[in-house]
């Protein structure tokens, strides 16, 4: 219905972007501060995390069944834990920058600047990463078109609409899960033709391949953080063992008989 609802609506969407965008809707509509969510088994059996005594699940719709039904996931903020165990989402560092910017070309291609900072990178990786893989959706777009506002528009004018929103959406999604705002580079005008997607069948082609190409760019910036972290504990611990190795030698040294 508005500029306003799409983003804060992208705002939700980027910490949930391991979910599908009709799931999506549903945890933003109900909990739009969830950050972290999952069934009740997951948080026990993988994350050693309980469900809080009352807290009030989100449904989704389960139709992988002869009929829909309900199930619940909660949020982080909904669980606790007795082992102490914290419950920490990955999240950059300025000196993570230069090899996720590297790694995210090598994946999606060359954005064609160099010394990007991460916003400019990010940018340039969507606007790839669209233009590979907007087809599908645009194809199932065109059939669905005559029940919206794009119905007035060309095949090559909702393709253009299309793609450029796309473009602003799927960055904008990825900037707020990195910690950068959005508007260091959109204005706001960028994102006025979503409200020619005022139907359910348009938005819902619009929505799943914000959501699909989203995945796809987080993920692997989040296997990169996830190297890059790793990396550093296997220093820490060459490191340590280092340390402890001269202390042994130190040890049996002859100053100290």
Same mark, same amino acid.
């Given at each position: 219905?508005?500029?306003?609802?799409?983003?804060?609506?992208?705002?939700?969407?980027?910490?949930?972007?391991?979910?599908?965008?009709?799931?999506?809707?549903?945890?933003?509509?109900?909990?739009?501060?969830?950050?972290?969510?999952?069934?009740?088994?997951?948080?026990?059996?993988?994350?050693?995390?309980?469900?809080?005594?009352? #807290?009030?699940?989100?449904?989704?719709? /389960?139709?992988?069944?002869?009929?829909? &039904? +309900?199930?619940?996931?909660?949020? =982080? %903020?909904?669980?606790?834990?007795?082992?102490?165990?914290?419950?920490?989402?990955?999240?950059?560092?300025?000196?993570?920058?230069?090899?996720?910017?590297?790694?995210?070309?090598?994946?999606?291609?060359?954005?064609?600047?160099?010394?990007?900072?991460?916003?400019?990178?990010?940018?340039?990786?969507?606007?790839?990463?669209?233009?590979?893989?907007?087809?599908?959706?645009?194809?199932?777009?065109?059939?669905?078109?005559?029940?919206? #506002?794009?119905?007035?528009?060309?095949? /090559?004018?909702?393709?253009?609409?299309? &793609? +450029?929103?796309?473009?602003?959406? =799927? %960055?904008?999604?990825?900037?707020?899960?990195?910690?950068?705002?959005?508007?260091?580079?959109?204005?706001?005008?960028?994102?006025?033709?979503?409200?020619?997607?005022?139907?359910?069948?348009?938005?819902?082609?619009?929505?799943?391949?914000?959501?699909?190409?989203?995945?796809?760019?987080?993920?692997?910036?989040?296997?990169?953080?996830?190297?890059?972290?790793?990396?550093?504990?296997?220093?820490?611990?060459?490191?340590?063992?280092?340390?402890?190795?001269?202390?042994?030698?130190?040890?049996?040294?002859?100053?100290?008989?």
């Amino acid at each position: 219905q508005s500029v306003g609802n799409w983003t804060r609506f992208l705002d939700s969407a980027a910490w949930l972007y391991k979910y599908p965008f009709h799931e999506q809707v549903l945890i933003h509509a109900q909990r739009p501060d969830a950050t972290a969510c999952a069934p009740i088994e997951l948080w026990n059996d993988t994350f050693k995390r309980w469900v809080n005594k009352g #807290a009030k699940g989100i449904a989704l719709i /389960d139709d992988n069944g002869q009929k829909p &039904m +309900l199930r619940y996931v909660f949020d =982080v %903020s909904d669980t606790n834990t007795r082992y102490n165990i914290p419950f920490r989402l990955w999240q950059t560092k300025p000196e993570y920058e230069a090899q996720i910017i590297e790694e995210l070309q090598n994946h999606f291609g060359d954005t064609g600047v160099e010394d990007a900072d991460l916003a400019t990178a990010v940018l340039g990786i969507s606007i790839n990463a669209v233009s590979d893989n907007y087809r599908d959706y645009y194809e199932e777009l065109l059939k669905v078109a005559d029940n919206s #506002a794009l119905t007035e528009m060309s095949d /090559d004018e909702i393709s253009s609409t299309f &793609m +450029l929103q796309l473009m602003t959406s =799927v %960055s904008h999604t990825v900037l707020v899960r990195l910690g950068i705002d959005p508007a260091a580079i959109f204005h706001g005008n960028e994102y006025d033709s979503v409200t020619l997607f005022d139907s359910p069948d348009a938005i819902a082609q619009l929505g799943a391949a914000t959501s699909d190409i989203s995945e796809m760019v987080l993920r692997q910036i989040e296997r990169s953080v996830r190297s890059i972290e790793r990396q550093e504990r296997d220093t820490l611990a060459k490191s340590s063992q280092v340390l402890q190795n001269e202390d042994r030698k130190s040890e049996r040294s002859a100053e100290h008989g």
